[in-house]
């Protein structure tokens, strides 16, 4: 078992600045890919960005390309979310989720752990 513990989230307004991170514990961090995601009221949980294992590799929804950075700390066990020029159609709980594959799906219903969410909201 992989538990994942968000933090960070928060109100903003338009064009602000925000770190998430997100704390794993439970197994060893290094062997799972991670990632983030995000569920606005009445939408479906989409794919927001993704980093391997070794923190070589990343990858973005097009929507958040330019504006946001995963990261990952293997000795702090954490991933990272650093979101610049936040825009209202941001809004939304973030989770953070864990997958031991080749890829970090980005379809929630193939991810193995997830975490419990923090809420981000951005002001016009």
């Known amino acids: 078992q992989v538990q994942l513990v968000e933090s960070g989230g928060g109100l903003v307004q338009a064009g602000d600045s925000l770190r998430l991170s997100c704390a794993a514990s439970g197994q060893t961090f290094s062997n799972y890919n991670m990632g983030w995601f995000r569920q606005a009221p009445g939408k479906e949980r989409e794919f927001v960005a993704s980093i391997m294992r070794s923190g070589g590799s990343t990858s973005y929804t097009d929507s958040v390309k330019g504006r946001f950075t995963i990261s990952r700390d293997n000795a702090k066990n954490t991933v990272y979310l650093q979101m610049f020029s936040l825009k209202p159609e941001d809004t939304a709980v973030y989770y953070c989720?864990?997958?031991?594959?080749?890829?970090?799906?980005?379809?929630?219903?193939?991810?193995?752990?997830w975490g419990q969410g923090t809420q981000v909201t951005v002001s016009s």
């Open positions: 989720a864990a997958n031991r594959g080749v890829d970090l799906p980005r379809l929630p219903v193939f991810i193995d752990y």
